[in-house]
């Protein structure tokens, strides 16, 4: 970087220079060649029209001025007489100064004279039918440039001296924010700087991190989940062994005893509808399980959905199963309500927590069921008055196969895994699941959408 740093600086001020040599060259020709204007103006004022207007008083009048060139015209652009020579033939007419001498009374230009091989400034000024024409030596733009290279090698070298020195000062005072940078990266920490201009790149980096730290959190998360799956699906073969032993048991053992002989009418009609009831427990396990296989292959498109709607025809179809425990319903459901997802989704969950609140509730006890909005997001809550649940299964409510009352395993419809359905639906589309329970006093599950 300090490389790039000095290459930067050499470049920009060896630029500079040169510009400057370029301009400075420019302003100092043409100072100079005002300075002569105003030289030969003032000469001009020393001419007496008492000279010949031969060589001999053209040199006169140039030993007068120090030198300088001084030539007599007559208003035909023929020279007259000339201090620099006497072997002028050519007409003048066509010289600027002389046009312009002849036109306004006086006339300046600035050119190599062909004569003396110089670069010349001429003043030439009308007097009568004579013109007079003074000449002084100026060097050309062109020339000072080259005179002043010397001092521009000079300057050059000085300047490389400097970008190095500078550079040195430079690169450290710049870099010293990027050091501190380093240091915090390598402590783990935030990425902080006072200078404005770096700011940006702390914010840059300091995201960069964050996902970086996410992406390292996440894929170690996904090895332990390909560990909480290999071993989840181990438990979950089990459990469904479990609860499918104790159906099938069942099952058998009837069916061998409908095989027998010496069984009464009221003793095979039993059986039977033993059998019958054991098959139909094992028909929905074995639903209820592939409905919690299925959730994570359903890539079927959301869509608003008119969530008040859906709760109220839903909570009419509880009403025999409430009925049979003498149980009360409040109900305060907002309108308006919408939730995008999808239809079948929802009412998953809201079957769910409503059942467990039926199945789990006491004898003329109470369901409460709230929908509305909380901070600008959709709030459904469902509490019941029932069993409650020990504050050391809060943790395992939500496990498949998991029940609060074992008593209930199985009848009608539950199996422990309505409430894990209802976690895997919620984390899938990023929505919140709460619970809040008091052993004997009831129990609230909260969702946020």
Known sequence: MRRRILCVFILITFLGLILFSFTATEVFYNLSVEHSKESLTV???MYDESLTLDNAGAGELSQKLGGA??????????????SATDSITENHANRKEVQDALQTGEGYDVRNSGTIGEN???YCKRFGDVLVRIAVPTSSDWNIFLSSLPSLVGFLLIDLVACFLFTYLASDFIL??????TLQAQQGKELVSNYQELRPIAEVLNRRNEKIVGDM???EEEKELALQAKKSKDEMIANITHEMNTPLTSIKGFAELLAGEGLTEEQRLRAVNIIRA?????????SETLHYSEIDNDELPSYDVDFTKLVQDALGTFEPNMREKNLTLHADIAEGIKVFSRYERLLVILNNLV???????KEGGEISVFLGKEDGFAKLSVSDTGVGIAEENLDKIFSRFFTVDKSHNGQGGGFGLGLAVVRKLCRKAGWTISVKSKLGEGTTFTIVF
């Open 43 to 45: 000469y001009m004022n």
């Open 69 to 82: 060139r001084v030539t007599f015209l007559s208003t035909d652009g023929t020279v007259l007489a000339d």
């Open 120 to 122: 010349m400034v001429y």
């Open 176 to 181: 010293r924010p990027i050091r501190q940078f």
């Open 217 to 219: 959190k996440r894929i």
């Open 278 to 286: 054991q098959s139909e427990r094992l028909s929905n396990l074995i």
């Open 355 to 361: 059942g467990n609140a039926i199945r789990y509730n």
